[in-house]
């Protein structure tokens, strides 16, 4: 058997989570990932009929039946994820009955996946839906998309909208925008609800007053997404109490998305 510590996906994981916790977006517990592993072969790095243990969802996930997902632990510190992977990270199938999650591997201390699964998984089932090349759910605390929050309105047009003008790139980045859910109680199934249906039309979801999720067909893509807001929001936090004398107009960014031949959110121009 080969040691599933020194496979691709569990590296990128790693390199993630540590990334994201030196980025100073994932304090103490916050941020989640969650890994479809439909690519691998996992029988080369684990015995796939030694179930350690049968862990309830609270939710169905009828077309995940028998998917496996690597996803970071609840309470468990992106800070650690580096030095001990075995208890903060956990390799999960989903069940027959689509309700309960079969643990293969990790959460060594009786731990369990994120308080968002439900957000993750039910965003996993949107996302394919739409790209069924779609394997990464991020969720995270970035700063300055955080505080960008308590400032700005939180209607996904004007969001996304500010953003694309504070740097050139962003709307080459995420042209498809970003979804704006308002401030809900976190950990639950109306905000996994809630999230998944943005994510039918968004790579992005904002959770007001709280974070972002961000989903990609591979780790770079997710975080970049988030990378992009968050450099965006920055600049954002930086100008927004200062005159602005220059701007990025309607015509420029209609200018960048058709040079760059990305399919835009066309009614989030104004002019
Ligand atoms: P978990 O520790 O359960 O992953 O929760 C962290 C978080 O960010 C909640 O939104
Ligand atoms: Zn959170």
């Known amino acids: 058997m080969k040691n599933i510590l020194e496979s691709k996906f569990m590296k990128e994981m790693i390199s993630a989570a540590s990334n994201m916790y030196r980025l100073g977006w994932d304090e103490r517990n916050g941020g989640n990932i969650s890994y479809l592993l439909k690519d691998y072969d996992l029988s080369e790095y684990l015995d ?16 995940l039946v028998g998917q496996c997902f690597l996803v970071t632990g609840t309470g468990k510190y992106f800070k650690n994820v580096e030095s001990d992977p075995e208890n903060n990270l956990g390799i999960v199938r989903i069940g027959k009955d689509g309700k309960t999650a079969e643990l293969l591997w990790g959460f060594k201390d009786g731990g369990r996946f ?7 998984l039910m965003s996993h089932m949107a996302r394919l839906k739409v790209d069924d090349k779609n394997r990464i759910i991020m969720h ?10 308590y400032v700005h309105t939180l209607d996904e047009k004007e969001f996304t909208h500010t953003l694309w003008q504070m740097c050139t790139e962003c709307i080459v980045v995420f042209p498809d925008g ?3 859910l308002p401030w809900m109680l976190c950990g639950t ?4 609800e809630a999230t998944a249906k943005k994510m039918e039309e968004f790579r992005l979801v904002v959770w007001g007053m709280h974070g972002i999720y ?11 997404l988030i ?12 100008t927004s109490h200062l005159p ?14 058709e040079f760059f031949k990305v399919d835009y959110r066309k009614d989030f121009l104004s002019e």
């Open 114 to 120: 994120t308080s968002e699964f439900p957000a993750h």
């Open 48 to 63: 796939l009929n030694g179930v350690i243990r049968e862990i309830p969802m609270g939710f169905e996930a009828k077309s």
């Open 244 to 257: 602005r004398i220059n701007t990025i107009n309607d015509g420029q960014l209609r200018e960048l998305a």
């Open 189 to 192: 199934n109306e905000i996994g």
């Open 178 to 180: 970003i979804g704006v």
């Open 214 to 224: 961000g989903s990609g067909r591979t780790m770079d893509e997710a975080f970049g």
């Open 140 to 149: 995270s605390h970035p700063t300055n998309t955080l505080a960008m929050n």
């Open 227 to 238: 990378e992009t807001v968050e450099k965006a929001a920055e600049i954002f936090m930086l």
